[in-house]
């Protein structure tokens, strides 16, 4: 850069605490100046800039070895300690001013009251359930006045994914733009192989570890009586590893390796630094474009992949006009009443623009409170498991009745109704 | 068989199953250039170290103050590496504190040690020197800058070659529509129509086809279903061959399913794809000399076959994908591919063996493994060739015709191409870059339109760069904003990454990024 530019300046960590003069000069080009681009509502102002400070962050995870590939906030040395802890103490340590607060919870854990304090929520989720419980959890935040969106209650949701070389950035406004829930075809399904493949007919190395994984641990027990498989346990892998290659050694079956069985059992997706990195920038653009209202945030969908040279692709995803997290419109529920209730549970399941991963079906009969199937407290599915296969008839359920669903999916239950066909 | 990974296989594992562990000693045996230990260069070799690279150093000669009331100075070189260094103690840092322009005086084969260079926030003179050194040394060359809300990329490298190029939608390679021997006879083997239920139902799509096949050649003169409507005829007649029950109603063939599905990609002819009959075209394939990389030897070693011995067909993949059947009988198939591929591969290990010793080498000196890996590959060869800084710049050989074609858009990503020049022509003749400081902006617009209106001149260029634009890179004041030094950082890492292990392709050769539609283009210029 030209001789005579201000001085770039790096802190030396020697615990001096105090300002200093240019920090903040490539980012005050924009706020100080007006431009073509800028967001129509954009004023400039010389006011001092201060940068992100109150940051809070939340994960349920440790710090695994594999994550130091990528996890730039983590050292060996903080192996086993909180993600969020280390990374806050990190941040908090090296940026002057900072102040991040560590939360080692799971999302869910957190209620309205803590997500509500914030201006702008960002995620860099591992799974979709988890993001549509943050979605809905935002979704559940906003205010409705005689049916109009008070927009002061609109928290923007930023989400970025990875998966190898390919990543995504979105921008959701709850209540205006798209939100999960309205795009949910858009994340292809988890492929799970077939049970009889795995039981009787396997064909690929993956195969022979999933039925060690499915069939032959809760057999063998090789760890002792209710000891689950743990993935990160490599004593737990070594012994699924010797079995796969059993089983593949009966098939004539190549390809069973230690990598591969843990990848299997795991469920590891690849990943590098440099495509966290791309979509970590990319979502760090928009919270400041939305923080400043210097530009037009992104609108709201970014795809990226640099397999072959680099590509992205921009677009706006369209909001569902039904969609079942934010449209507010009832979800219409129709079946025979001769069906059986096991038939509204697959639905609700296999749906695709409702994929629930295990649905709690309640109803209001004789003006009280019925729980028809529940599967996540044992006692209950199994007090409950008999109402599956009788019909919805036979449960009492009229034409018209209000079936209340909860699942991991969301953090607020669903109302559905019912409407009988003939 | 390990039982304890070692803690690099352990740290490493989320990448080895990106690039392989040889992908990862290619890595760990790079030594990378990084000039300008900026933002944005700090990030490209964030990302550099995190995976292992082997070594980088660091040169840079500017100096940074301490805060205020100090008066101490180090150079930001030494202060980069050693933070970067703590990011992996696999990494071995080094820096030199000297501008590039000082060692192009003095040491010009400096830059000849590294596997890769790359240029961070350059003026331009320093951009072209150093391209025509490196250009001339072999030595490939990535420039990149982040300029306030924009991102820029140029790879400068004469010739790339990938072996490996992981497409993301590959065709499977079947041979459904000309069989080899081993396959007939395979085909032969099995009887549809005096199999049990069981057997009929687990019987591999491909199998099914195959034998679906042959009844339409003795209906059709021997022609593949050509379009749709013969497809669809071949489809049905795939349909009705699945078994019914006693009354009447169609099993539950899942497989017969699966052969109707595929029906229009299994008939595909088999032919060599374009690119690679380029690369068997290229004059690299034709003229093989002892200094001829692997590669080329390689290339013109699977031409022989496909001219001779493949009858115009390359090698056997020999993989097929997961499918319906009983594991006996997938097995069994898998193997017929699997051993015609060996047996394809070894007879181009021959023709390269023949090669070698025609040009005086031994012909151990390509391994069997890099054979049979060239072999599997065959159909996703690619060779990326980058045309020189000079060859951009020259007036005789610049390229017009893009630039003007996407310039019909006046909001292509084109643009910022064009701007990027204009402040560089600023620099030249004020020696700073527009719009540093606050007073400067408004008189530096109409400075910026000169330079702008005389490039376009200069280049006869018949191109409207809107207003909107000068303005606009006037108010960056060439701001180097983090967010978009990371972004560049993380796209500049991963090409870096590509161009060491030859996997995966990289981009050719100009890339744009802007940070405030959050698009991006790719020019060949």
């Given at each position: 850069m030209a001789e005579g530019e201000e001085p770039m300046v790096v802190d030396g960590g020697n615990g001096d605490r105090s300002d200093w003069q240019g920090r903040w000069d490539h980012v005050n080009k924009f706020l100080e100046r007006a431009g073509p681009f800028t967001h129509p509502d954009f004023e400039p102002s010389t006011e001092a800039l201060s940068g992100f400070r109150h940051i809070h962050v939340v994960d349920m995870d440790t710090i695994d070895i594999s994550n130091l590939n990528r996890q730039f906030l983590f050292r060996p040395k903080d192996v086993g300690r909180p993600k969020a802890e280390v990374a806050a103490d990190f941040v908090n340590d090296r940026v002057l001013g900072c102040n991040v607060v560590p939360h080692f919870k799971k999302i869910q854990d957190l209620d309205e009251t803590f997500y509500k304090q914030f201006h702008i929520v960002v995620c860099g989720l591992d799974s979709v359930v988890a993001r549509r419980w943050m979605n809905g959890m935002l979704l559940s935040l906003l205010i409705y006045e005689d049916g109009v969106l008070d927009p002061s209650s609109i928290i923007p949701l930023i989400d970025g994914g990875t998966e190898g070389f390919k990543g995504n950035a979105r921008v959701i406004l709850p209540g205006m733009t798209a939100c999960i829930d309205c795009t949910l075809e858009l994340y292809p399904p988890q492929i799970n192989f077939p049970m009889c493949t795995i039981a009787s007919m396997p064909r690929l190395p993956e195969h022979c570890v999933e039925y060690v994984r499915m069939l032959l641990w809760p057999k063998e027990k090789p760890f002792g009586d209710g000891v689950a498989l743990d993935g990160d346990n490599p004593k737990h892998i070594q012994w699924v590893y010797q079995k796969s290659l059993d089983r593949a050694a009966e098939f004539s079956i190549t390809g069973v390796t230690y990598r591969l069985t843990q990848g299997v059992v795991k469920r590891i997706i690849p990943a590098v630094a440099s495509t966290n990195a791309v979509i970590a920038a990319a979502c760090a653009t928009e919270v400041f474009k939305i923080a400043t209202s210097a530009y037009v945030p992104l609108n709201n969908y970014l795809v990226f992949n640099d397999v072959d040279g680099l590509y992205t692709y921009t677009f706006e995803a369209e909001r569902k006009e039904n969609c079942s997290a934010c449209s507010q419109m009832p979800q219409d529920l129709q079946f025979l009443p001769s069906a059986k209730l096991q038939e509204v549970l697959d639905y609700l399941t296999e749906n695709a623009s409702l994929q629930m991963k295990s649905p709690a079906i309640t109803t209001t009969l004789d003006g009280k409170n019925k729980t028809?199937?529940?599967?996540?407290v044992a006692s209950i599915e199994e007090r409950t498991r008999p109402n599956l296969s009788k019909t919805l008839k036979e449960l009492g359920l009229v034409d018209g009745q209000e079936l209340a669903v909860a699942d991991v999916t969301t953090p607020q239950t669903v109302l559905f109704k019912l409407n009988f066909i003939s | 068989m390990t039982d304890h990974k070692t803690s690099k296989e352990q740290k490493y594992d989320r990448q080895l199953r990106l690039w392989g562990d040889h992908g990862q000693e290619a890595l760990e045996n790079a030594h990378v250039c990084l000039i300008n230990a900026t933002a944005t260069g700090t990030e490209i070799l964030k990302n550099l170290v995190l995976p292992g690279i082997g070594a980088f150093t660091i040169v840079d000669g500017h100096k940074v103050h301490w805060p205020a009331n100090h008066c101490l100075v180090f150079n930001r070189a030494q202060a980069a590496t050693e933070l970067l260094q703590e990011l992996n103690s696999d990494v071995s840092g080094n820096f030199v504190e000297e501008s590039p322009d000082k060692l192009l005086d003095n040491d010009p084969e400096f830059f000849h040690r590294f596997s890769l260079v790359i240029g961070v926030q350059l003026p331009e003179s320093t951009c072209l020197r150093l391209g025509s050194v490196l250009w001339d040394a072999g030595v490939t060359f990535l420039v990149c800058r982040t300029y306030g809300l924009i991102g820029y990329m140029r790879l400068i490298v004469k010739e790339h070659t990938v072996?490996?190029?992981?497409?993301?939608n590959a065709l499977e390679d079947l041979r459904l529509d000309q069989p080899f021997t081993e396959l007939k006879h395979h085909i032969e083997s099995y009887d549809l129509d005096s199999m049990a239920k069981k057997d009929h139902s687990h019987t591999p799509w491909i199998i099914v086809v195959a034998k679906y096949l042959e009844k339409w050649y003795s209906e059709h003169n021997s022609q593949l279903p050509k379009n749709y409507k013969e497809k669809e005829a071949f489809r049905q007649l795939i349909r009705e061959g699945i078994l019914t029950n006693e009354n009447g109603k169609p099993e539950d063939e899942e497989n017969f399913e699966e052969a109707i599905k595929n029906v229009n990609t299994a008939l595909n002819p088999t032919k060599v794809p374009s690119a690679t009959e380029d690369i068997f075209n290229a004059e690299q394939c034709e003229n093989i000399t002892s200094q001829s990389p692997s590669f080329w030897v390689m290339a013109q070693g699977v031409r022989d076959f496909v001219r001779n011995e493949g009858n115009g067909k390359l090698p056997v993949r020999g993989t097929i994908p997961d499918m319906i059947a009983d594991s006996d009988k997938f097995i069994k198939l898998q193997n017929v591919y699997r051993d015609k591929a060996m047996k394809d591969a070894a007879v181009v290990s021959k023709h390269v063996e023949a090669l070698l010793q025609s040009v005086g080498k031994p012909p151990e000196s390509i391994s069997e493994q890099k054979i049979k890996l060239f072999c599997k590959n065959a159909a996703f060869l690619r060779v990326v060739h980058c045309r020189s800084l000079a060859e951009e710049y020259s007036m005789d050989t610049f390229n017009k015709d893009e630039i003007t074609s996407c310039m019909d858009s006046t909001d292509s990503e084109m643009v910022l191409y064009l701007m990027l020049h204009s402040v560089d022509r600023f620099y030249q003749q004020h020696s700073r870059y527009p719009g540093v400081y606050n007073y400067q902006v408004e008189e530096d617009i109409n400075n910026l339109k000169l330079c702008v209106n005389s490039l376009l001149q200069e280049y006869s260029l018949n191109v409207n760069v809107k207003d909107d634009y000068i303005h606009e890179f006037c108010r960056y004041g060439a701001a180097e904003p983090h967010t978009v030094a990371a972004f560049l950082g993380g796209s500049a890492a991963q090409e870096a990454i590509k161009i060491i292990t030859h996997q995966f392709v990289p981009f050719n050769n100009t890339f744009l990024y802007n940070a405030m539609s959050q698009t991006s283009a790719t020019f060949q210029l």
């Open positions: 028809l199937y529940l599967q996540t | 072996i490996e190029s992981h497409p993301d």
